[in-house]
C-alpha cells in the first residue's frame, strides 16, 4: 500500500471544526467523522516553535535536543538520518515535494523537490529543475513582489506541465485575486501547483511513500487570523490591510479540502496522514513584520561586510562570512543597530562563519524613523525596508494527525518525534530502534 504524508503546516484544527459546523470543508468533515484527530507534542519552550523545528523532527524520529537544528536551510550541515533516506535503505521507494528543511540524500528517489530555502539538490526533470528555481526566487523575493522574466516563463511553463487541465480556471481565478491586491492569493497558487506537482509525479513513478508539504495556511493564518470567522477575540484588522470580509483562513482551509479530495480520488488505495507539525493561536498584540527590501545595500550602508546575504522566509536572512572573526565583527555591528529609544533592531544567532539575522523591530516606521549604528544617527529606515505583514498567528507546540489507516481518539496525544516510526509501520517496515525517541508532552 502506498502511504502519503500530507503535512498541512501549522493549520489549526479548532478552527476547521467551527468551519465544518458552518457546514464548510465536506472532505476534512468526513474523514473527521471516520477516523478522528489525534494531537501531536513537541518543544514547548515558545523560543524553540519554530516549523523548520518540529519538521526536522517528524522528519528524522528525534527531538530539537537530539537533532539539535534550530535554523531554515541548517539540515544540509547534518547527517542525520530523514524519513526517505530510512525507507529507501529498506527497499522502498520515496518521493517528496517541498518538505521543509529536509536534505535530499536520498539514492534514486521517485522525485524529490526541497522547500524554496533549503540549498539541496532537486531530483526530477530538468523542467522540473527550472521550475523549482523560478518558485524559490518567486518566494524569496515575494516581500518585494519582484520576479523575473525567466522565472515567470518557467513558473507558466511549470503549471502548464504538471497542472491538471481541471484547474486551469481556478490558476485563473487565483491569479486574478492576486492583482486585486489580496495577496495571499499568490501562496494559494504555490501550493495549488505544488499539490498538482505531487499527484502528477504520484501517479506517473507510484513510489511506496512519498510526502507533500503546505505552507500557505501557515502563511495566511500568520497574517489574516484576526479576519477567520472562526476567530473569536477583541483583535482585528485595519481595513487598508484587508477588507472587513474577506476570510482568507477559510480560502485556504477550503484549498486543503479540495487537494485533499483531489489525492483521495488519484490514489484510492493508499493510506493517508495528515500532520501539522504544530499549529497557531491568535496572537495576543498588534505586531508589524518587516522585511529589508535589499539587505546587500542596507548592509553596506551600515558598515557590515559579509561575503553573501540569503533571505529566508518573512523577516530572516543569513550572513555569510569568510572566517569567524568577519562573523564576529558582523554581528558586534548589527547588534549596535538600534531605535532611538534603544531597542534593538535585529536579533542576530552567530554560528561562527555565518549569522542568522531576524529584523524585529514590530511598531511602525515612519519616513524620518531614527536608529543609531554602533552611536552613529541614521535617517530613513522607511525607504530600505518592505511591509510584510501585521502578525496574527503565534506559534503553539501541539499539532494534529488524522490517518486513514487507523481510528484515532479525539485528544489521544503522541510525541511528534513518532511520527517516522508511524509510516514505516504503515509501509511494512521498520523504523531503526535508535532512532525512535520520546518527548514530554508540551505544557
Known amino acids: 500500500m502506498t502511504v502519503l504524508l500530507l503535512a498541512l503546516n501549522e493549520v489549526n484544527f479548532d478552527h476547521v471544526r467551527t468551519y465544518v459546523s458552518m457546514g464548510k470543508l465536506p472532505v476534512l468533515r468526513q474523514l473527521l467523522e471516520n477516523h478522528g484527530l489525534a494531537e501531536t507534542t513537541s518543544e514547548s519552550r515558545y523560543e524553540e516553535l519554530e516549523p523548520w523545528i518540529q519538521w526536522v523532527t517528524a522528519q528524522t524520529g528525534k527531538p530539537l535536543a537530539e537533532h539539535g537544528i534550530f535554523r531554515l536551510g541548517d539540515i544540509v550541515h547534518h547527517d542525520i538520518p530523514q524519513i526517505w533516506e530510512t525507507l529507501e535503505a529498506q527497499g522502498l521507494t ?7 528543511n529536509a536534505s535530499n540524500r536520498c539514492r534514486a528517489a521517485a522525485f524529490f523537490v526541497p522547500d524554496p530555502w533549503t540549498p539541496t539538490p532537486v531530483t526530477g526533470s530538468w523542467l522540473m529543475k527550472k521550475f523549482y528555481g523560478a518558485v ?6 515575494n516581500a518585494r513582489s519582484r520576479i523575473t522574466a525567466s522565472s515567470a516563463v518557467w513558473l507558466l511553463a511549470g503549471i502548464a ?4 487541465p481541471t484547474n486551469y480556471g481556478r490558476y485563473l481565478s487565483l491569479a486574478a485575486s492576486a492583482l486585486r491586491r489580496r495577496a495571499w492569493a499568490k501562496a494559494l497558487i504555490l501550493d495549488q501547483v505544488l499539490a498538482d506537482v505531487f499527484v502528477t509525479f504520484g501517479k506517473r513513478r507510484k513510489p511506496d511513500f512519498a510526502s507533500l508539504f503546505l505552507n500557505a495556511g501557515a502563511h495566511i493564518q500568520h497574517h489574516y487570523m484576526f479576519n477567520s470567522t472562526a476567530y473569536v477575540g477583541p483583535q482585528s484588522n485595519p481595513e487598508w490591510y484587508i477588507a472587513a470580509d474577506s476570510d482568507p483562513v477559510l480560502e485556504v482551509y477550503q484549498l486543503y479540502d479540495q487537494i485533499v479530495g483531489r489525492i483521495r480520488d488519484a490514489f484510492p488505495e493508499a493510506r493517508l496522514m495528515l500532520a501539522t507539525g504544530l499549529h497557531q493561536d491568535p496572537h495576543p498584540e498588534a505586531t508589524i513584520y518587516w522585511r529589508l527590501k535589499d539587505h546587500a545595500a542596507f548592509l553596506k550602508r551600515i558598515g557590515v561586510a559579509c561575503e553573501r546575504i540569503k533571505p529566508l522566509m518573512s523577516r530572516d536572512f543569513v550572513v555569510d562570512c569568510s572566517n569567524a572573526e568577519q562573523a564576529a565583527a558582523a554581528e558586534r555591528r548589527l547588534v549596535s543597530v538600534r531605535a532611538a529609544d534603544g531597542t534593538p533592531l535585529f536579533e542576530i544567532d552567530n554560528r561562527g562563519s555565518d549569522l542568522f539575522v531576524m529584523l524585529t523591530w514590530p511598531h511602525d516606521i515612519e519616513q524620518d524613523f531614527e536608529f543609531d549604528v554602533d552611536g552613529d544617527r541614521h535617517v530613513g529606515l ?6 510584510v505583514a501585521i502578525k496574527n498567528g503565534r506559534h503553539n507546540g501541539i499539532g494534529y494527525l488524522l490517518d486513514t489507516g487507523a481510528t484515532l481518539a479525539d485528544g489521544e496525544r503522541m510525541p511528534l518525534s513518532e511520527l517516522p516510526d508511524r ?5 511494512g517496515v521498520s523504523w531503526p530502534a535508535d532512532r525512535v525517541e520520546t518527548l514530554a508532552p508540551a505544557a
Open 94 to 100: 520515496v518521493g517528496a515535494i517541498s518538505p521543509m
Open 136 to 141: 524559490a526566487q518567486a518566494v524569496n523575493e
Open 161 to 164: 506541465a504538471y497542472a491538471r
Open 382 to 387: 522607511r525607504d530600505d525596508v518592505a511591509f
Open 423 to 427: 509510516v514505516a509501520r504503515a509501509c
